[in-house]
């Protein structure tokens, strides 16, 4: 099956946005570098993430509700703590 393929207007790079409705990563931004951001359809583990340019991971969320910034500050939701790494 081919994945869709979407190519915003005006885009100066040959960087397109991929929409992968396969089992695992749902959606991916792939920059020059790597991948920038994903969301899986998966509602347990890593749920959402946003890399840096090197590729690592500067902010994600967990289906346990913790969000975890730049692995350094973890926001648990469920007694709303914030917690130094």
Do not use: W
Not at 52 to 69: A, H, K, Q, Y
């Amino acid at each position: 099956m081919k994945k869709p393929l979407i190519i915003p207007h005006g885009l100066t790079t040959n960087a397109p946005i991929i929409i992968d409705a396969s089992i695992g990563t749902l959606f991916d931004v792939l920059g020059d570098s790597g991948q920038l951001f994903s969301v899986t359809d998966d509602l347990t583990g890593d749920i959402f993430e946003v890399s840096d340019i090197t590729g690592i991971p500067i902010l994600v969320v967990n289906s346990d509700g913790i969000v975890t910034v730049d692995n350094l500050l973890e926001k648990n939701s469920a007694d709303a703590s914030i917690t130094k790494r």
